[in-house]
Structure formats: C-alpha cells, structure tokens
C-alpha cells in the first residue's frame, strides 16, 4: 500500500490544517483570487498588492478569543503546502454573529479539505469565543460550496435574490447558517 501510495501520490491523504495569515501572504492570495476557477461563483474584485498587505497586517487572530475586531483570516494548509483561505467577519459581538467566507486555490480543490479546514475553524470558534451563530452564503450555482456547507451542519435559510453581480449579472445567493448548538465536531 506504502508503495502505491508513493507511485501515486494524487491518492495520498492530504490532512488540512489552518494558520492565520500574515501580510507576506499577499502574493499567495492576489494569485489565487485570479484564477477563473476561484472568480467563478463569487465576485473578487483585483486588489493591488499593497491593499492586500495592509489588509493582512490588520489580522488579529488573538482578538478573536479576547471577544473584539470584526475581520479574521486564516490561510488552509494541505499538509504544509498553502491551500486556501477562510475569512471570517464578525458583525455582532453582542449576539455572536459571523460571515464566513473561504476558497481554494485550483489545484487542491475536490479533494475535501475545505470541509476539514471548515470543521477546524467552527469547533475553536463555537468552544473557544462568544460566536453563536455563523452564516455563510453561496451562489445558487455553486454546488460544491453548497454541498460543503451541508457538510458541516450548515442549514439553508433561504434564497436571497440578485444578491451581487457576477460577470455582469445578478445571481442569487442561498443563506445556510448553523447555530452553536447544532455543530457536531466531526470524529479524531
Ligand atoms: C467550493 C469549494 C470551497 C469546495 O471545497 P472542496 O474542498 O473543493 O470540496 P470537496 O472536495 O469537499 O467537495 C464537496 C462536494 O462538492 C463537489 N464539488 C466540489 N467542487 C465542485 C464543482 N466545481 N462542481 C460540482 N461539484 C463540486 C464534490 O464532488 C463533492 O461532492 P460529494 O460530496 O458528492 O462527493 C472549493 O472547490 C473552492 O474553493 N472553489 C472555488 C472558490 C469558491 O467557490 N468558494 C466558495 C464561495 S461561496
């Protein structure tokens, strides 16, 4: 097994893993957030490498815990390579309210790390901070982010009409949000 494993290095398990992002990420996300397949379902507007340093410079991971700030970002690892990202934005700390947003750059997608790097993230934040309820929302023709969302435990609350413009039309969006009390973290 050991040695198919080596002469077929697609079917080795990849385990994901999440760290926060640092502003020597910039390049890593202004490349990914280029790639058609990333742009595909969500408008991501061009952003200059500096807009992105300044940005990731802002990141306080440790906020997150304390109960203040409103925008986190973590970069998905598979094994050690960088994946992906996950954002979350924090919009009521009184009612522990959250967004999340998250992709993958094109070469590590449908391989199921989002789900594992998703399920990470929602049991630190549900057992460690005051975030009751995350929300997330998806273009109604994005069926591999619907179907990761259903994953974990996210439920459809309904569809939100025209919700942003994608290649110049407006697309509609699915709301799925799960509770605190819903999530079930998966097995060790
Ligand atoms: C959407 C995304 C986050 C899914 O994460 P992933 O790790 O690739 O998803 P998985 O490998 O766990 O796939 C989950 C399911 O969706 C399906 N799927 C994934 N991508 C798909 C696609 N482009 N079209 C149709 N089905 C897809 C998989 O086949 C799998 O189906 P199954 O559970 O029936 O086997 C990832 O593909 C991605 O980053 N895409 C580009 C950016 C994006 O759309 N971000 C989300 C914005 S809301």
Sequence with gaps: ??????QFPEFRRIRSALRPTYP?????????RAEPSVRRHQPLSDVSLGQLRAELALNRVDDLYRGRG?????????????????TL???????????LGYALTTQYQRRGLMVEGLNLLLADLFFRTGIERLEARCSVENIGSQK???????????????????????????????????????PA
């Design 1 to 6: 097994m050991a040695e198919l494993r080596a």
């Design 24 to 32: 020597a990420d910039a390049p890593l996300l202004q490349r990914w």
């Design 70 to 86: 409103d925008k986190f970002q973590w970069i998905v690892l598979a094994d050690t390579e960088p994946a992906g990202w996950i």
């Design 89 to 99: 934005v924090v919009t009521n700390w009184e009612h522990g309210l959250a967004e």
């Design 148 to 186: 990761v969302l259903t994953k974990l435990g996210f439920r459809q609350e309904g569809r939100l009409q025209g919700y942003f413009v994608l290649d110049g039309k407006r697309v509609d969006n699915y709301l799925y949000a799960i509770l605190r009390e819903d999530f079930v973290p998966p």
